[in-house]
């Protein structure tokens, strides 16, 4: 890592990158071994020469926002993990049309939107993390999701910036292409309505019901697992009587059974043993096997 390190340094500069980074800095769960290396680029051209170093040396690369819906393991993630430097956040606004990249945080776009009285993103506010993060995972809720507002995307391709609109990109729930192909978003571009003046209710309104219903005083990565076509995998959950169950500093939100909180100095184990809990008794009494909507990312 030493030799990459150099190159890295050399090519982008050192105070982009750091080495044996805790990524439980980079987590909402507070979770996480280090990153071999770390780096946070602040141009195209940079991320590019992040990877370009990564392929000549054989090392592997993972791309993070704003790690809401992360879990790393205990051992830490080999290789270099990258994340948009602070360059990458600007949001223009022109009409209707909004453009975001990746590093710009979701809720200072909605908020941004709102203010400028364009209607469309008002469902995802006080979802965390960043526009490139919601972007591949198709964040959503109450009924929204972002891909009805996204007109295209600018992804890092092969080396080369390029335009997918947004039926191309396969966005289903909680996936899209940029899951399964070698991509890295650097922008969105979204086409918003005109405000009807219900908007800003609308966000208040379901920020209000996050506030209430979820526990957001602890640190998580959201809901664990995905919602089965059964039904909600928090009401499995708490009729398997896991409301409350622990490992270690891992625990089943009383408030919310679909969150697994860390409510002190939990370590990655402790959760994946409390998953292993939950998916075991919900099966046992349901049938129903949760699939993790977490993405967990590292090694033991
Ligand atoms: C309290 C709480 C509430 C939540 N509520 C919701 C909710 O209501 N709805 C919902 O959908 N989610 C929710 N989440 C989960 C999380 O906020 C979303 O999944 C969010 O979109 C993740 O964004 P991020 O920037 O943090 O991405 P990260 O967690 O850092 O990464 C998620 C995935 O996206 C990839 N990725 C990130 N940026 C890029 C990029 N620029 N290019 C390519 N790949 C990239 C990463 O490799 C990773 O695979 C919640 C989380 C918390 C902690």
């Given at each position: 890592?030493?030799?990459?390190?150099?190159?890295?340094?050399?090519?982008?500069?050192?105070?982009?990158?750091?080495?044996?980074?805790?990524?439980?800095?980079?987590?909402?769960?507070?979770?996480?071994?280090?990153?071999?290396?770390?780096?946070?680029?602040?141009?195209?051209?940079?991320?590019?020469?992040?990877?370009?170093?990564?392929?000549?040396?054989?090392?592997?690369?993972?791309?993070?926002?704003?790690?809401?819906?992360?879990l790393?393991?205990?051992?830490?993630?080999?290789?270099?993990?990258?994340?948009?430097?602070?360059?990458?956040?600007?949001?223009?606004?022109?009409?209707?049309?909004?453009?975001?990249?990746?590093?710009?945080?979701?809720?200072?776009?909605?908020?941004?939107?709102?203010?400028?009285?364009?209607?469309?993103?008002?469902?995802?506010?006080?979802?965390?993390?960043?526009?490139?993060?919601?972007?591949?995972?198709?964040?959503?809720?109450?009924?929204?999701?972002?891909?009805?507002?996204?007109?295209?995307?600018?992804?890092?391709?092969?080396?080369?910036?390029?335009?997918?609109?947004?039926?191309?990109?396969?966005?289903?729930y909680r996936?899209?292409?940029?899951?399964?192909?070698?991509?890295?978003?650097?922008?969105?571009?979204?086409?918003?309505?005109?405000?009807?003046?219900?908007?800003?209710?609308?966000?208040?309104?379901?920020?209000?019901?996050?506030?209430?219903?979820?526990?957001?005083?602890?640190?998580?990565a959201?809901s664990t697992f995905k919602r089965p076509k059964e039904g909600y995998a928090s009401r499995l959950i708490d009729e398997a009587g896991l409301k409350g169950h622990k490992v270690?500093?891992a625990c089943v939100s009383?408030?919310h059974a679909g969150f697994i909180?860390?409510?002190?100095?939990?370590?990655?184990k402790h959760v994946i043993e409390l998953m292993k809990i939950v998916e075991e008794r919900v099966y046992q009494m349901s049938g129903i096997m949760l699939e993790p909507e977490i993405k967990i990312?590292?090694?033991?």
């Amino acid at each position: 890592m030493q030799k990459i390190y150099k190159q890295l340094v050399d090519k982008i500069g050192k105070d982009i990158v750091f080495k044996n980074e805790p990524m439980s800095k980079h987590t909402s769960f507070k979770i996480g071994g280090n990153a071999d290396l770390f780096v946070t680029p602040n141009s195209v051209a940079q991320i590019e020469s992040v990877i370009n170093i990564c392929k000549e040396n054989d090392a592997s690369y993972f791309v993070i926002g704003n790690g809401s819906n992360l879990l790393v393991l205990d051992g830490g993630i080999s290789g270099v993990v990258i994340k948009m430097g602070n360059d990458f956040s600007d949001i223009q606004i022109d009409g209707q049309t909004i453009k975001a990249q990746a590093g710009a945080l979701l809720s200072t776009l909605c908020v941004k939107v709102l203010e400028a009285s364009l209607k469309g993103l008002e469902g995802l506010m006080g979802i965390p993390g960043t526009v490139g993060g919601a972007v591949y995972m198709n964040a959503g809720a109450y009924g929204y999701e972002i891909k009805d507002c996204l007109q295209y995307i600018t992804v890092l391709k092969d080396g080369k910036a390029v335009d997918i609109d947004i039926k191309d990109c396969g966005m289903g729930y909680r996936t899209s292409i940029i899951k399964e192909q070698e991509m890295i978003v650097l922008e969105a571009c979204f086409k918003l309505t005109k405000d009807d003046g219900t908007a800003m209710q609308i966000a208040k309104e379901l920020l209000e019901r996050r506030r209430n219903k979820q526990p957001v005083e602890y640190p998580s990565a959201g809901s664990t697992f995905k919602r089965p076509k059964e039904g909600y995998a928090s009401r499995l959950i708490d009729e398997a009587g896991l409301k409350g169950h622990k490992v270690g500093g891992a625990c089943v939100s009383d408030k919310h059974a679909g969150f697994i909180i860390n409510i002190g100095d939990a370590k990655a184990k402790h959760v994946i043993e409390l998953m292993k809990i939950v998916e075991e008794r919900v099966y046992q009494m349901s049938g129903i096997m949760l699939e993790p909507e977490i993405k967990i990312v590292g090694h033991e």
